[in-house]
Nanobody, 125 residues
Framework: QVQLVESGGGSVQAGGSLRLACAAS????????LGWFRQAPGKEREGVAA????????YYADSVKGRFTISHDNAKNTAYLQMNNLKPEDTAMYYC??????????????????WGQGTQVTVSS
């Protein structure tokens, strides 16, 4: 399995921005589906955004549309999540994930078989 390592988390005030990065330990065969998920204490892990590298299609949860942007750089084996206008409810551990092949259910965590260890994002009001 591919190892994924997230970085870029931290603490910000509401309205601020953060950029998360997810580096893969080796080349991830393309096309694949790269996703960002988050889990707050006491809640289930939920899909935030995903991108299909085969064509560049992107997918977002309604709660982050217009504020978050997912992208990837194949040459660097890295995926990114730009988060703007952060809100306290965005506070969570953020995980990146990958699956080779289609992106049929991009925000469904059960479809992914490669996961990172997570990076914490804390937004204060």
């Amino acid at each position: 399995q591919v190892q994924l390592v997230e970085s870029g988390g931290g603490s910000v005030q509401a309205g601020g921005s953060l950029r998360l990065a997810c580096a893969a330990s080796e080349y991830i065969f393309s096309p694949n589906c790269l996703g960002w998920f988050r889990q707050a204490p006491g809640k289930e892990r939920e899909g935030v955004a995903a991108i299909y590298t085969g064509g560049g299609s992107t997918y977002y949860a309604d709660s982050v549309k217009g504020r978050f942007t997912i992208s990837h750089d194949n040459a660097k084996n890295t995926a990114y999540l730009q988060m703007n206008n952060l809100k306290p409810e965005d506070t969570a551990m953020y995980y990146c994930a990958a699956v080779i092949g289609s992106c049929a259910y991009p925000l469904d965590r059960t479809r992914y078989n490669n996961w990172g260890q997570g990076t914490q994002v804390t937004v204060s009001s």
